[in-house]
């Protein structure tokens, strides 16, 4: 695949999930090295700007029957933008969502001001006693909206990849939900399928 040579380029391997978990346990200082961004752009911390948003919001029904709660259920909503520090667009559009009462008894879970937090979402989920079992992802393409183009620098005809990341822990729950909207024209994703051996 080829890329704009001005842009960061991005592959995701589903790979990463396993990367995420092995490094939860991890002590902080070397879950702070580095994060699923840096694992996908080859780029180190340094050289990423990272913003991130928080708002509690009402569970809306598609997402309150993901997560088989009641509508209304409230929910930690978290925006996240990070970009190389030499280009002006983000290198994904990501929203994340949690089950408010599942993560509060770690107040640090709900401050935007902690963020990047070592280790990602698996270590966040840790910190409260969740493990992760699995992580599902689908993905379709189609063509940007005008605030998708604009907010990812998109050449004109560039389409988006449109990724929706469900987690479930070892009890089957679905313990977060992740909708990253990709820039096609950057954006490579891998999946290896390892098979057990007979």
Sequence with gaps: ???????????????????????????????????????????????????????????????????????GTMLLERSYRTRHGAENAPLAL??????????????????????????????QLHSVGIELDRVEERLVARPPTPAEARDLDLPSGAPVILLRKTSYDVGDRVVNLADVTLPADRTELLFTTRLERW
């Excluded at 928080?54 to 997560?67: H, S």
């Excluded at 879970?109 to 902690?114: F, I, P, S, T, V």
């Design 94 to 123: 990501v929203t994340s969502y949690l089950v408010h009462a599942m993560i509060a008894v770690n107040p640090a879970l709900l401050e935007e001001a902690n963020e990047p937090w070592p280790g990602g979402t698996q270590s």
């Design 1 to 71: 695949m080829s890329y704009d040579c001005q842009r960061t380029p991005v592959v995701r391997d589903n790979g990463r999930h396993q990367w995420e978990k092995d490094r939860a346990r991890a002590p902080k200082a070397v879950r702070f090295t580095s994060g699923a961004t840096e694992h996908d752009t080859g780029l180190h911390r340094p050289d990423l700007i990272f913003h991130a948003r928080y708002r509690e919001i009402g569970a809306p029904a598609e997402l309150a029957d993901a997560f088989g709660v009641p509508a």
